[in-house]
């Protein structure tokens, strides 16, 4: 276990694996300014197909979504937890699970996360670097020394996220508590501000790679001149 995870083991991300989803439907976000910018947001409930035979208390997919069994749902509502949303979800299958087994797999929820502690503290090096007017796309910069919660903007959830985060889903420590003292299985705990960056591109160090070329530079340069 490396020094700075707080809670859970490697081993669990080949055990358990990311669940894949079945029969997606997407909306897609269109930007007229910078395709680049084009996107697209999930609509419809979760339906996941499990690569192995282990079902954890949680369970996450291919694109970090968030999922909990009925029991940690229940764990979390008994002790009154905010800053969440459950929404419907179901596993359809399971690979590699006996057949007499398969009343085994468990009701799902997917947990979204909905508490916010607004804008990420300045010391962390996160700040907003480009809006879009077209389209709304935001691009935030990168952090320095993980995530610092600013506790002034932080809305006293127990599940909440920082803006240009959101898929970093931040706990209070009545949480992180929780799922010790309850060893839940395949949700690793790290605390934020030992979060690190790595080897991947710092988006502030590439600003061309989501700004359009023709914003900030004027497409024709004229001179104002009294005569000519
Ligand atoms: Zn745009």
Redesign the pocket.
Known sequence: MADNVVYGTVEWYDKYQDAELEKVRYEQIK?S??PR?DRRRRIGNLRLILPTSHIGDFIWTIYSECIVSDRVLNLFKDSGFSGFEARTSEIVRVRRLPKNERDTIPRIWELVTTGTAGDASPESGIRLLYR?P??D?TRYSSFQEGIIVDAQQWDGTDFFTVKGYPSFTLIAERVKDLIVDHRLTNCAIIKATDLRWGKLPRPEEHPENFIPAEEGRPKTTCQLRTST
Do not use: G, K
Request: hydrophobic residues 25%; proline residues 0%; negative net charge.
């Open positions: 930007c300014l910078d910018h879009c077209v389209c796309y």
